[in-house]
């Protein structure tokens, strides 16, 4: 495995392969866990070659704090990454992607910006869509790789490849959870033990959301998911919304055919937690 941490030297080791070649590409902000390492594990079987790149951008972050506090644990990650057979890592720093000018570009997504963490979290995804841009650049992936557990972000990079009319297949990877439902996340690690034990109540409240979705109209679900937080100790609700799967818009009626999803965002303390479930 070689790790990489200039932009030059890894499109040298790019531009050494044979044309025709396949690169599977799976961009990361590192502290990495087995939900980052199914879709690793996905790339590595269906591409000649894959890269891993561990940045935590800092475009896309709306709160300082949230941005100091990511978990940085890159000896360990780049530990797991061996043992699995990852062929090349690439380590930026914000000076080698940004030089100077640490600013996202502006981006239009057709109104899938401006839904659920987009509301919560401005310029959020302009951020997200100047790096994800920025490194397929310069790693020119066949296949790139991104999780359903950002649902969102996963709509909206599609939108990105057509938009832009970039020559990368973009592949979306399903949630991998803990045993006990809590979708895993880098930020898991920031629990407290009461807070971590208290997390499941988001999967578990999804999965009854689903269960009522098929009984009832997107409102009533939405009220009652509403109540079952209200006077949750520890957890405090941010938003629940059940979307058209395409355009993100809340749900008002239901059309045969089309596919929706309940999205939530929690808060554990200043821990933010986001989960989704397709209905
Ligand atoms: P992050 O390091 O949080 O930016 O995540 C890097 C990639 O891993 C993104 O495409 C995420 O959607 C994906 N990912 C993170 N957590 C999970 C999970 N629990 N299951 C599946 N994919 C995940």
Not at 5 to 16: A, C, G, P, V, Y
Not at 105 to 128: A, I, S, Y
Not at 255 to 264: L, M
Request: charged letters at 25%.
């Amino acid at each position: 495995m070689n790790v990489y941490s200039e932009i030059t030297s890894l499109k040298k080791r790019i531009k050494s392969f044979n044309k025709g070649i396949t690169i599977g590409f799976v961009p990361t902000m590192g502290a990495l866990h087995q939900g980052h390492l199914s879709l690793i594990k996905k790339a590595i079987k269906e591409n000649d070659v894959v890269v891993v790149s561990i940045f935590v951008n800092p475009t896309q972050f709306d709160k300082k704090e949230d941005l100091e506090n990511y978990p940085n644990t890159l000896d360990n990650d780049l530990l797991l990454l061996k043992a699995i057979n990852c062929d090349i890592v690439f380590t930026p720093n914000a000076k080698e992607i940004y030089g100077k000018n640490e600013v996202s570009e502006d981006f239009n997504f057709d109104g899938l910006e401006f839904q659920m963490e987009g509301k919560f979290r401005k310029g959020h995804f302009n951020g997200v869509a100047t790096i994800v841009k920025r490194l397929f650049e310069i790693v020119t992936p066949t296949n790139a790789y991104f999780g359903e557990k950002d649902f969102q972000q996963l709509q909206i990079i599609k939108k990105l490849v057509v938009k832009q009319n970039l020559n990368v297949t973009i592949i979306g990877c399903e949630i991998f959870r803990e045993s006990d439902g809590l979708a895993m996340s880098s930020r898991n690690v920031r629990l407290s033990k009461t807070q971590r034990s208290a997390a499941p109540f988001i999967y578990k409240t999804l999965l009854k959301a689903k269960k009522i979705f098929g009984t009832k109209n997107a409102d009533k679900v939405m009220n009652w998911v509403e109540n079952e937080f209200k006077n949750h100790p520890i957890l405090k609700l941010e938003y629940f919304e059940i979307a058209d799967e395409k355009t993100l818009k809340p749900t008002k009626k239901v059309i045969s055919g089309e596919k929706y999803r309940a999205f939530i965002a929690v808060f554990a303390g200043e821990i933010r937690l986001i989960d989704n479930i397709s209905l």
